[in-house]
């Protein structure tokens, strides 16, 4: 295991020049224009593969992106990890908000910022890292398969069509993801669960064209007025949503996870200050590491209608919109709360408009169990590199597919992410910082001996 | 005055092609990059004064957009007619719904399409070829002054100080605008009230970056859901305004004035068929026209934040906006109503968030006496050209220059409008109908006759 580290000192700054690489390519899964870039990008992880020492890298057409599949099958005695990540990014928007090109990799500060540095490519790239790690050092302690998928930030569309029809392709012991955040490097953590989501737009229409907000203003109920009293009915004044029936499903935490959850280091103070908030939000009786993690949300994520370029124009609009998704915790699920949300605003659409809302995505919530082999190898592995135990926690965010995983394969999902709150994921400036990346690489090779160990 | 007439029947197909080139102009004042077709749009508004007689057209410079001045001064003796009237026109958006460009004007069905059509330009044009009629025929009743202003769509910010500064070159006895509409040309009507303006624009920030909606969801107030919850929070369930102190000031009609209003034709089941809607909406206890007409109203003009793009983004965005205007009626302050606006969305933001609201522009409400010398005369030209007397009615949008007007010059104001209701102004398709241009230039010249007749 000495010669693992001793190889990835050696050429750390080459990995870090082959990450920066992967990040100037525009992989906007959301956008259409961004089609060319998509898979040039899977071009380029499947290369990575086989450079990196796998027998096979391939690459899947899909109605929508293609998705990397590679292998490196060493002996069928030993367990299997299947490697999942995500090639795809979030839109840059605001672009003008970053302070250097999105797609333009910059390092400050020991940091690399570019849209996609922690999501997801710079997190699973360090697989590919590990992976040629092991295979330089020639010792694999298991079997590893990768998942890499071109849609995880507009909801896998069609990665259950891919998973369903190649079982045998993707069969193996355990999937390991790197697609969530610790901590810190000096508080490492696991995360054991991510939520679920729901994602869906509302679209209010009022009169059949723009008008004149003198001549018909008074008479006529405004869309954007409309929206606005819908949106503000969603939460009451203790920030519970009023969705009937929204929380039937939800599994309560006990006091005694409430109280395990407490102890993680976190201030609310300096996490708002961080914010520049002056003041936090959130559903009244829960803390705010409970209210990101423990408990389902409702956030808008877009809203727009009317005239919104410079200076003014007197418009009465004829329609407004609205982006809005939800963050589901176990046993929520997905499917029911889109209906819901979808019956909701449709039904209490006020007289004068009509509301037409339909489903983006979504995705079932996820937990690991903390007794089970696959958090205990992702815990020593931790602890092996960072010589300190890491904290199981509950993240906020949303990996669609997961329960599908479990479901249509039979095992078990351990996140071992090294990202941080901080690094501006979906929004702008996204960062990775080098120590976490090389950190992830040196800690994955361990994960895959703990387990092989576990599994005897 | 029949050769007025049979002047104007030689030349009406040149008058239509002239107002087709004006058209072509995309004047729009309120974006920076249409600088140069303002300027182009005011000389070619210099020129067409120039060529129908006037003895004097100047352009004159402002911080914004230049001022058109023009006069035919022919007896110091004869009353002075001040047209008022603007080239510049409101913003062509959205544009995917024009059938045909807003700037390359489409006749179809006796009407021209096009932006600004009846928003001033088809209208303040109307008085160039007027002019050019009585200056053909050598009969002037009046002494004529023009002044058309490139500002009107953004609150004529410059226009105060230029009457201000020139009280002398503007000495008049009456100001004529053609800016409004009537009920239909089997229904003439005059405006003897506009409504005044307060707009101003909102800005709510919440966190310091956009966020992962997943990470920090429901643990951060949401700047577009805090913005809902305000904008909700304006109209009671009654549809009353909610803002403190906003009706303070409201001159209410009397029951007289209110029968009298009733008389008008209206009929709320057409009037919502032709908007598409199923209900119409308004502050209870008042008519549709007394909605539009004599009650003040607040309506949203846009709303934009977050993710507006194609798909889905899971962001909690950092910040939220709004463009929001109330009209205003005697003897509610535009000044006072901003203020208090302005107050009330600083006063009313929710914890969490910086609330920042800004003036756009505002303009004061106006009434002309029906009793005047002034709307006498536009009666009776109105009477001598459709052949029926026309009804006062209270118009609902707002020419935010005129209570400066009579403010600074001491002098009447009247409002002879030949637009229609569902010409579409400030949407996409504008129009005005041809009957209704050439039925315009037949009245204005009676205008001047009768109120010389009445002056004497």
Not at 94 to 106: A, D, T, Y
Not at 120 to 137: P, R, V
Not at 239 to 266: C, L, Q
Not at 417 to 432: A, I, M, Q, R, V
Request: some cysteine.
């Amino acid at each position: 295991m000495e010669q693992w580290k001793s190889y990835q000192k050696a050429h750390q700054e080459r990995f870090l020049q082959e990450l920066i690489d992967l990040l100037r390519i525009p992989s906007v899964s959301a956008r259409s224009e961004h089609k060319n870039d998509m898979l040039a990008c899977a071009k380029a992880v499947q290369t990575h593969l086989t450079n990196a020492g796998a027998d096979k890298a391939e690459i899947f057409e899909t109605p929508g992106h293609p998705i990397v599949f590679g292998e490196k099958m060493v002996d069928a005695s030993l367990p299997t990890v299947l490697v999942y990540g995500h090639y795809d990014v979030q839109p840059p928007d605001p672009i003008e908000l970053w302070k250097s090109g999105p797609f333009e990799p910059r390092i400050e500060d020991g940091k690399i910022f570019a849209r996609g540095a922690c999501d997801d490519k710079g997190q699973f790239f360090m697989h590919i890292k590990a992976l040629e790690t092991m295979h330089a050092c020639g010792t694999f302690p298991c079997n590893i398969k990768f998942l890499i998928e071109g849609e995880e930030e507009v909801g896998s569309p069609n990665l259950a069509t891919f998973v369903k029809n190649n079982q045998a392709l993707l069969k193996s012991d355990v999937i390991l993801i790197s697609d969530t955040a610790m901590l810190s490097l000096e508080t490492p953590s696991i995360d054991i669960g991510v939520r679920g989501l729901s994602y869906i737009e509302v679209e209010v229409t009022g009169p059949n064209r723009d008008l004149h907000s003198g001549v018909y203003g008074g008479a006529v109920a405004n869309p954007i007025t409309m929206l606005a009293k819908m949106i503000a009915s969603c939460h009451d004044e203790n920030n519970h949503i009023t969705i009937p029936g929204f929380y039937d499903d939800v599994v309560e935490s006990s006091a005694a996870e409430r109280a395990k959850m407490a102890e993680a280091p976190h201030d609310d103070t300096e996490y708002a200050k961080d914010l520049g908030v002056k003041a936090l939000w959130g559903e009244k009786g829960y803390s705010t590491n409970e209210r990101t993690g423990i408990r389902p949300t409702l956030e808008l994520n877009g809203i727009w209608g009317g005239y919104i370029g410079e200076g003014s124009k007197t418009v009465l609009p004829s329609k407004a919109y609205a982006k809005i998704s939800t963050r589901l915790v176990p046993n929520q699920s997905s499917k029911k709360i889109t209906e819901l949300l979808i019956q909701h605003f449709e039904s209490i659409a006020p007289e004068g408009v009509i509301v037409k809302a339909t489903e983006h995505h979504g995705g079932e919530p996820y937990m690991t169990p903390i007794d089970s082999l696959e958090y205990q190898a992702a815990e020593k592995a931790i602890e092996a590199t960072f010589g300190k135990k890491p904290i199981p926690v509950r993240g906020g965010g949303s990996i669609p597919i997961c329960a599908l995983f479990e479901q249509e394969l039979g095992i078990k999902i351990v996140f071992m992410g090294f990202g941080l709150d901080s690094d501006n994921l979906h929004s702008p400036n996204e960062k990775y910082d080098i120590q976490n990346f090389y950190k992830g690489i040196e800690t994955i090779p361990y994960f895959h001996h703990f387990y092989a160990e576990l599994k005897k």
